[in-house]
């Protein structure tokens, strides 16, 4: 019931702001600059199923990490498995397999492991992000390896003006606490009769999570920092640099017994931990070499370098994994994106190369000591042209290529290696009708190599080579409708049929095994809608007051086989959301919002042979009062308390499950104070 009021709501709610919006005066529109296709381009040229998350946002919402303001986009499905440490993005539909197939960027680096841990989501502090660009559905062709499902790609903040500022902190239920801090600004100069610029942000943040249940505890500590350094209008040059640590608990499932005897916050593991420590650095060069007259696009050259440890003791079997993962990057493309005949032209040619050591070390039960390598290079080339008054075609091709190297140094035969290759295009075509909005239509080839953990399997000790890579192909249409720039709709069907795509098969001896499934299909669609009010009506007192209402269809099955017709687990065929955001007396600001999760199976339940994980809706407030240099606000989340589990796995070799519970109704306060 809850499921369809929410959806009937949602539709009404788009339909009464349609009429309102079409009688108002046009207004300019706002310029927002996106990089979905690795080329900077205003929003209302987008043609995918984009949105933007600014830092206006982010602020406005009670959330307290990046994964938290991700839950409340269109299509979005966020997970964890027991704590804030091990959240999972899934766009369109992947359940267990999400983290392989949604690739996740930091100012365009790549943070997705060789491992299928997945992107650490914890790392990227939510008070150092500017805005994050979330582009649904495939981007293989642009982006390469991951980018099957979505790309989320975060941007983080920049120094600009004079020096300034801010000390943040907050507490809430469950012993929670954080403190953060951050400097930033710029300086211009002038060197060499060149006017230089020098931008810099450095941020610390320190979080102690009590977490909801026992043994799902974390604490973690980061430091970032940006630089950037504009040498002249046709040189500049950025640096990122970060380091973060963690420990947290494993908390694990909790059988129907378990859950009775030791209650929805207890945990039968209660000696499993894990760590990490993790650092990087990247410095990117944006170089136009042509005399300043002439503009025939830039050079971006990326550099970076992540080394990532990790630690996982699982006391029961005595079982224990260290891994030790350095990551090289070189990323490098040229842009165009000027007129060519009077008419829009936008190119861009790049080449990716990565470098990554994944060494395995286990102790106690555990007898890994292998290296896998993985080493991928990826050339690409996309361009779109405006090939008729405000109708644009673009078309892409990518060609990668990986060597993967097993050095199992205690395996009878230690060395092997695998050399997979695909090769992917896209085409497209945009129409522009009116300002801000556009019908489009596109076709994309997707492929994915596969992470270590499914080439090798730690609790057997045994190494698949056999194992093939995943493609397929995406059929995508759209529509993105600007009310004069008052109400933006979007409507996006789509339809993906993926090949030999991984799945853990329970079947798949004692304790089941990775296996290439012939075929799985996603069909659904996306419906979303955001208005301001205030260009509808002014309320007195009234600073701002936006609304949005969002819900997405999706039917992910497999296709042929003994699972022929079945749902993928965990990936849920309803969600919706809404939320409303408003500041008032120029001071105070409120927002509410509303996430609703349909039903879906456990993971593991690939013959769909148990009931169905229960539906959830969850709804969260916050309250802030602001001066210029001064915040204090109050938040709840699960307003209404609602007990459920957005995580359940069911056994390999019987019917029953272990469930992990999410948090009941708990609240967050704190205050900033800028200088």
Known sequence: MKKVLLVLFSLFVSNVLLGFAQELEPIELEEIVVTPSRIAQHGYKITSNVSVISRKQIEASNARMVSDILEQELGVHIYDNG????????????????????????????????????PDMLQIPIESVEKIEIIRGAGSVLYGDNAVGGVVNIITKKGKGNLSGKVGGYAGSYSTSSTDFEISGSKKFELANLPNDV????????????????????????????????????????????????????????????????????????????????????????????????????????????????????????????????????????????TLFNKEFNFVVGLDYYDTDNDIIGSGSNSDDLTISKEEVGAYVFAEYEALDKLFVNAGTRFQQANYTFDQRAAA????????????????????????????????????????????????????????????????????????????????????????????????????????????????????????????????????????????YQDPKFVNGPNDNKFIPMAPQHQANLGINTEFFNNFGFSLTGNYVGTSFAINDTLNATPRIKPYFTMDAKLSFKREHFEIFGAINNLFDEQYHSFVVKSVSSIAKDHFPAPERNFVAGMNLKF
Not at 97 to 114: G, M, S
Not at 244 to 268: I, M, Q, V
């Open 83 to 118: 704590s804030s440490k091990t959240t999972k993005i899934d766009i369109r539909g992947f359940g267990d397999t999400a983290t392989r197939n949604v690739l996740v960027l930091v100012n365009d680096r790549k943070v997705n492991p060789i491992d299928i841990s997945g």
């Open 199 to 338: 931008s810099y942000y450095i941020s610390s943040k320190y979080l102690d999570n009590g977490g909801y249940r026992d043994n799902s505890d974390v604490v973690s500590k980061d430091y970032n920092g940006r630089l950037g350094y504009k040498v002249s209008d046709r040189v500049s040059v950025d640096l990122n640099t970060g380091w973060h640590e963690d420990d947290y608990g494993l908390p694990g499932g909790l059988s129907f017994a378990e859950l009775e005897s030791l209650g929805r916050r207890g945990s039968a593991d209660p000696t499993d931990f894990a760590s990490t420590k993790d650092r990087f650095v990247q410095m990117a060069f944006d170089v136009k070499p042509w005399p300043e007259n002439i503009e025939w696009g830039h050079f971006v050259v990326d550099f970076s370098y992540q080394n990532r440890d990790t630690y996982a003791s699982f006391a029961a079997f005595d079982f224990n994994t260290k891994r030790e993962i350095d990551s090289y990057g070189l990323n490098s493309k040229y842009i165009f994106d000027q």
């Open 413 to 552: 035969v230690s060395y092997t290696t695998d050399t997979p290759r695909e090769s992917v295009n896209m085409a497209g075509m945009k129409y522009e009708y009116a300002p801000g909005s556009n019908v489009f239509w596109d076709v994309q080839q997707t492929f994915r190599f596969l992470a270590t953990d499914e080439w090798y399997d730690s609790f057997t000790a045994t190494l698949n080579t056999n194992l093939k890579q995943q493609t397929g192909i995406q059929y995508e249409v759209g529509l993105k409708h600007n009310l004069n720039d008052t109400t933006l709709v979007t409507v996006t069907p789509y339809w993906m049929d993926l090949k030999n795509e991984i799945f853990f098969n329970p079947s798949g001896g004692f304790f089941g095994s990775n296996d290439n499934y012939d075929k799985t299909r996603r069909i659904g669609v996306e419906v979303g809608q955001r208005t301001n009010l205030l260009k509808i009506f002014q309320v007195g007192r009234l600073n701002a007051l936006d609304i949005f209402t969002n819900y997405s």
